[in-house]
């Protein structure tokens, strides 16, 4: 235990003088970048390395058919809430090796990418084509396969749906160390995304590209309560275009402000889209090393509150933000759950209590750097002094899970529609039969009653017939936790591809919760 801390501790360090490096850069504007060299790689030599992979795979489940194997990553890694416990015991597998970009097809708008590229890196590469991915989660180092096996979204999602939806093939391997694309087993991979590496693991994916600009115009429009919010995006579902990235509503995501303690609340949505003119007057708003965190932008917007009315619309505020900022725009701070953890934080509430200080040191405080930070401490310690959870729910049955939020003091909700495609849905999916979309409600900060009111929420989402974000803990036992999903076939799935040497996945993301963690039930 104490040498895993000795090397987070470590990881932190040389994250935060990647950082100090990066800040001259940053002041003078240059486009060198010192955190995220992207990698490439030849078609032959992936096929070597998932071939050496699903080899080994092959070595130890023939060795040893009880084995339980699981990724070998560092704590802090990745973007689970979870520590990583739950893989003790378990044969560690390395596919650190898949880090590489095989292929940018510019005219087929396409990227051939290896499971571990993060979203930056893909962005970073594809934006010098006037490409980007179709959905593009809001942390920078979100990987790739960690965004199918988990179902990431973003702005985009009105449009597209979850990431996984984006994605034209897919390379897995199976518990048996078979190497299959995703179009050879549509029954395997259609119930794929959702399930977090417990069927089979994903080890590249072709995904889909859409025409974008280097800047984005983003319009912040005010709403007094949810309906107007919601009628909104479903007369945008009803006539959206084919354009990508380029022209406005393309992303939609919104932060609803509900402090009990705030002069100024309401709903602000923020609709973007990528232009390629820049008018002479505009404003403009650039992540540097000394900028305020985006939330703390959009609350200033709403504190000031000059509105215009535009189309039938509230508008607070325009600018103008570059692609690779908007996109990341919440990565620093982790929306703003690193604020509201300064609280009881001793070492984050002593820099936020210090605005100078903040001012220096908040380009430090990534989302990848805080998750490090928040594995120096124990399970049960975190999940009693902050709440970080995602739900996705009907948005008829949005407010009740927001009421539920504003009763636990939580001061800001993020909301983010995600677009549902029919029948064709894992039965991980957080979508829904016979409604264009469903509302994704993130709750992050300081609540009541904490760590109870994780099960609370869970139980509420459960009864609203809503799904959950399982990079979270999960409070509910194993019968509750499968009257959500489609258990029988979850097991024929694993039986017939040889996923039972992966960990359930009820025990990787609720098993902490029952060991460690302790509510009353």
């Not at 709403?223 to 354009?243: A, C, G, H, R």
């Amino acid at each position: 235990m104490v040498w895993e801390k000795l090397k987070i501790i470590l990881s932190i360090i040389i994250d935060i003088f990647i950082s100090l490096c990066e800040i001259p850069f940053l002041i003078f504007k240059t486009n060198k970048n010192v955190s995220t060299p992207v990698r490439f790689k030849s078609q032959q030599q992936h096929k070597l390395d998932i071939t050496q992979i699903a080899t080994k795979i092959r070595s130890i489940t023939n060795h040893n058919p009880s084995v339980q194997i699981v990724i070998d990553r560092k704590s802090g890694e990745g973007h689970s809430t979870r520590s990583t416990a739950y893989k003790d015991g378990k044969y560690r597998i390395n596919i650190s090796s898949l880090n590489s970009i095989i292929e940018i097809n510019q005219h087929e708008e396409y990227a051939e990418v290896e499971a571990l590229v993060t979203f930056e890196e893909v962005c970073k590469a594809t934006i010098k084509y006037g490409l980007l991915p179709a959905v593009v989660p809001e942390f920078k180092s979100i990987t790739i396969g960690g965004a199918i096996q988990g179902l990431g979204i973003e702005s985009t999602s009105w449009k597209y749906g979850t990431f996984d939806k984006t994605v034209i093939e897919a390379t897995l391997i199976t518990g048996h160390g078979n190497i299959l694309y995703a179009s050879e087993v549509p029954d395997l991979w259609k119930n794929l995304p959702g399930s977090n590496g417990t069927i089979a693991l994903i080890v590249a994916a072709r995904i889909r590209l859409v025409q974008a600009t280097e800047w984005i115009h983003l319009r912040y429009v005010f709403y007094p309560d949810l309906s107007n919010f919601l009628n909104d995006i479903e007369k945008k579902i009803s006539i959206q275009t084919n354009t990508g990235w380029i022209g406005d509503n393309q992303g939609i995501d919104a932060i609803h402000f509900c402090g009990k303690n705030q002069t100024m609340n309401g709903i602000v949505a923020m609709y973007g889209g990528c232009v390629s003119v820049i008018p002479s007057n505009a404003s403009m708003y650039k992540e540097t090393v000394f900028s305020s965190f985006f939330y703390q932008h959009v609350k200033n917007i709403l504190t000031k509150k000059k509105m215009t009315n535009d189309h039938n619309e509230t508008i607070l505020y325009e600018d103008y933000i570059p692609t690779l900022d908007y996109l990341f725009r919440h990565d620093r701070g982790a929306f703003w759950a690193a604020a509201e953890v300064a609280s009881t934080d001793p070492l984050i509430g002593f820099i936020f209590r210090r605005p100078y200080l903040l001012c220096l040191l908040n380009h430090f405080l990534k989302t990848k750097t805080l998750y490090k930070i928040a594995m120096l401490t124990s399970d049960q310690k975190r999940e009693s002094t902050g709440m970080i959870q995602d739900v996705d729910v009907l948005p008829d049955r949005a407010e009740e899970i927001i009421n539920w939020a504003i009763s636990k003091d939580l001061n800001m909700i993020w909301l983010c529609p995600v677009r549902c495609h029919g029948t064709d849905e894992s039965f991980f999916s957080v979508a829904q039969p016979n409604t264009p979309f469903v509302m994704n409600i993130g709750l992050y900060g300081v609540a009541k009653d904490l760590p109870q009111s994780n099960l609370d929420l869970q139980r509420l989402v459960v009864k609203l017939e809503g799904k959950l974000a399982l990079y979270a803990h999960i409070y509910l036992d194993r019968e509750e936790f499968w009257s959500c999903y489609n258990y029988k076939e979850y097991i024929r799935l694993r039986e017939m591809f040889g996923g039972h040497v992966f960990m359930d996945l009820w025990d990787k993301v609720a098993g902490i919760v029952f060991s460690k963690i302790s509510i009353k039930r």
